[in-house]
């Protein structure tokens, strides 16, 4: 079942949550909605449910080519899992899952065997067997989300909505169920939609990313497209650890305090621009000497961390920007620098924006 | 204990401050708590059952059995099982609607609710005389058509209503805050109608709210005096509730049969504090889920 949204708005009293918003979400995928709080992707996601309801007059979402802007919570098909769980805390866990088949209405509703019999299936697909009649203050946070699927799950909803469904997590039980729903989506493939502002999350678990900022779409794609070819400076600050350098376009060539900062490529700015150059920190590298020929920035090391799985190091440079770089373990172990040497910077890969405008 | 006002309080865990104040502070306070609570609470309870049994059991049982105080204790009862199920339907329906929408007025329904416990119980009373009485707005028409409200049981049960109302909806608006409602969106959300959502998640997650404010708001409607007071009328054996039948007895000299009523209202009042104290247990464990629910517990 694919999801399609047509420039869609949303405003609370003065403040706008989304601005002419339009997505496909085709059918079968896991999408994330990335961004920081207050861009709207939470909105954006009730929406879709049908918990909020957009401006009147200001598009359209269709399931499949159908337009559900008119029908009721209910009645779209939906299956939404909370940040908080929002389990039924006076029910068994038997009792959560059961729930969207015991109210339906008697003409469509199952049997007792065979509510039963969904309820021991999903219970196995979620891998907590034997739980039934616990409670849900009986389990623990990542047991209680997985159940909250299973009730979502349980009335065979056409498209699953996550809202931020990691978010109350401890970091470890964290990566252990991102990867479990990643898994659980191979298997059951249903269109869904999962809200987080933790980029890694999104990277790790998602089929496309929609990274969305201030009400606004500003990049879709999928994960390698969003972090490799970032289409603007609020993707790619957002998407990882940048340095950032800040600097001027003057007659195609851009200046941002050091020769080995200068991208290759013509800038195609004609003169006097802003410009900021983005670095990742993995794409620096570490010398002791310049390399004949090719460009170099002085810095002097401020700090050393090597416990993580990459070695970081803070460095100065000549003007006083703070620089982080992160090293391989081997790389370290063969430059060894310690606090106060005066070292050399070698750019791997970059990316200038202009304005607007990205090379 | 008819005046109590619904708050509940969570255990302090004020141990470890405890044990750092120095015994000759400590147990002179002590002293004065118990002191205090011996005397103006604990005595008084005793002397009206020292004084119900006076003469003897076989009189205690005669004033409980006069006609007049069965009337007593029959309208009082009547009025409780009247108030009661009102209260519980305003209250639920004023705390859910306060609870989940908001509305132009909303601030100022959240103020009326509260309004009875800022109104003396007289002036209550008053407000039905001045509406419902003869020299009242609405009274002549009243009486052209042959109802009678004040100095009759309609009166004393629409001010105990008026008295009672802000038990069961402060009860239970509180606990809806707090839970939020998540919940219900979920149950929505899994195809259940209002109606189903209403009796399978909501009325279930404030049961014990609910139960609390029964608890409260049956004691004082058992209890009220100063509103009842003033529309009743006090007519013996037919307007006459419990409080007020005890005044009637103790302006006549008749102790024994004032205190014997009494009696019933101070047991009332050991038997609340009970059901009271149980619920406050239960209420703080729904309060801790509900926090629990939203943080997330680790295992």
Known sequence: MSIEISRISKTFGKFTALRDVSLLVPDGELVALLGPSGSGKTTLLRIISGLEQADEGSGAIKFHGNDVGGSAVGERGVGFVFQHYALFKHMTVFENIAFGLRVRPRATRPTNAKIADRVRELLRLIQLEGLEKRYPTQLSGGQRQRIALARALAVEPRVLLLDEPFGALDAQVRQELRRWLRRLHDEIHVTSVFVTHDQEEALEVADRIVVMNQGRIEQQGTPDEVFHQPANAFVMNFLGQVNLFHGRVEEGKADFGNVALSPAANTGGTGGQKASLFVRPHDLDIRKTPEEGKPAMPATVRRVQSAGPVVRVELEDALGRSIQVHLPHERHRLLKPVPGEGVFLVVKDARMFVDDFSI | ?299
């Open chain 2, 1 to 299: 204990m008819a005046q109590a006002v619904p708050r509940r309080r969570a255990t302090t865990p004020g141990g470890a401050r405890a044990r750092n104040t120095p015994a000759w502070v400590r147990w002179p306070l002590i002293g004065v708590s118990f002191g205090f609570v011996g005397l103006f609470l604990v005595m008084p309870m005793a002397a009206v059952f020292a004084e119900a049994f006076r003469k003897g059991v076989g009189v205690y049982m005669d004033s409980l059995r006069d006609p007049d105080a069965l009337s007593a204790i029959w309208l009082t009862v009547l009025t409780a099982a009247i108030t009661l199920p009102l209260n519980i339907v305003f209250g639920l329906s004023s705390a859910w609607l306060i609870a989940r929408f908001r509305f132009a007025g909303r601030g100022l329904l959240i103020t009326l609710i509260d309004l009875p416990f800022a109104v003396s119980p007289v002036i209550s009373g008053l407000i039905f005389v001045l509406m419902f009485g003869l020299q009242g707005w609405i009274g002549p028409w009243l009486k052209g058509h042959d109802i009678q409200i004040i100095f009759a049981v309609p009166g004393v049960i629409l001010a105990t209503l008026f008295v009672t109302f802000p038990f069961v909806a402060r009860e239970v608006l509180s606990l809806m805050q707090e839970q939020g409602d998540d919940q219900e969106q979920a149950a929505l959300m899994l195809g259940a109608s209002g109606w189903k959502t209403f009796w399978r998640v909501t009325l279930p997650n404030v049961k014990w709210a609910v139960l609390y404010g029964v608890i409260l708001c049956n004691a004082r409607a058992m209890g009220e005096f100063g509103a009842v007071s003033v529309v009743s009328g006090h007519v013996r054996g037919r307007t006459n509730t419990m409080p007020l039948q005890v005044e009637i007895l103790y302006n006549e000299y008749n102790f024994v049969a004032a205190f014997a009523v009494a009696s019933l209202l101070t047991l009332l009042a050991l038997v609340t504090l009970v059901v009271k104290g149980v619920l406050e247990w239960r209420l703080a464990g729904e309060a801790q889920d509900a926090e629990e629910s939203t943080k997330g517990i680790t295992a």
